[in-house]
């Protein structure tokens, strides 16, 4: 057992690593996925329609208390969404290798000039087009939607 003046070193380590997010507990890729969830994942959804995004963006609290510029909602089962993840490593934006493409069927909100939180406003554009979202995990769960 390390001394007592090691161990409180080594705490102080592991809480200054925590606070600057360059280690993550357990449940923060739980988190994550949860967060991908409620940002991206709408399999009922036909979606298609500015009233969607409008209705949508605030629903899914991305409009609390600034307007999110831009964000997609997937209108794809939740498994399809996961077996996305088992596809070919890709580059991220952020340059790590986390990152996997899938065809999929999307709306993409994009704020309006004239939108002001809480009352943001969007136009909403419908496709089925290649995402690349991120993968984190034992089995990989998606944790970021990267375009
Ligand atoms: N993040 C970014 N790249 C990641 C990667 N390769 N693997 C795991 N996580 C990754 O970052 C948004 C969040 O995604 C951060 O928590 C980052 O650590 C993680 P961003 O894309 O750099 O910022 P942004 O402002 O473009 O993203 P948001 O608008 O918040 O949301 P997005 O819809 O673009 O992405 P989201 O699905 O992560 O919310």
């Known amino acids: 057992m390390a001394p007592p003046r090691t161990r409180?070193?080594?705490l102080l380590l592991l809480l200054t690593l925590l606070g600057l997010g360059l280690v993550q507990p357990a449940?923060?890729?739980d988190?994550?996925?949860?967060r991908f969830l409620r940002q991206h994942v709408d399999?009922?959804?036909k979606g298609g329609n500015d009233t969607y995004c409008n209705v949508m963006m605030q629903r899914r609290k991305m409009t609390t208390r600034q307007c999110k510029?831009?964000?997609t909602f997937v209108h794809e089962d939740i498994w399809n969404i996961r077996s996305i993840c088992s596809t070919t490593n890709i580059q991220c934006k952020n340059g790590k290798m986390n990152c996997h493409e899938g065809v999929v069927k999307v709306t993409d909100c994009r704020e309006t000039g004239s939108s002001r939180a809480p009352?943001?406003?969007y136009r909403?554009?419908?496709?089925?087009r290649h995402v690349v979202i991120a993968c984190e995990g034992d089995p990989e769960l998606p944790v970021h939607f990267d375009r």
């Open 43 to 45: 399999p009922e959804g």
């Open 119 to 121: 009352n943001c406003r």
């Open 69 to 71: 510029r831009f964000n």
């Open 27 to 29: 449940d923060g890729q």
């Open 8 to 10: 409180a070193l080594l």
């Open 124 to 128: 909403a554009s419908a496709s089925t």
């Open 31 to 34: 988190r994550m996925y949860q």
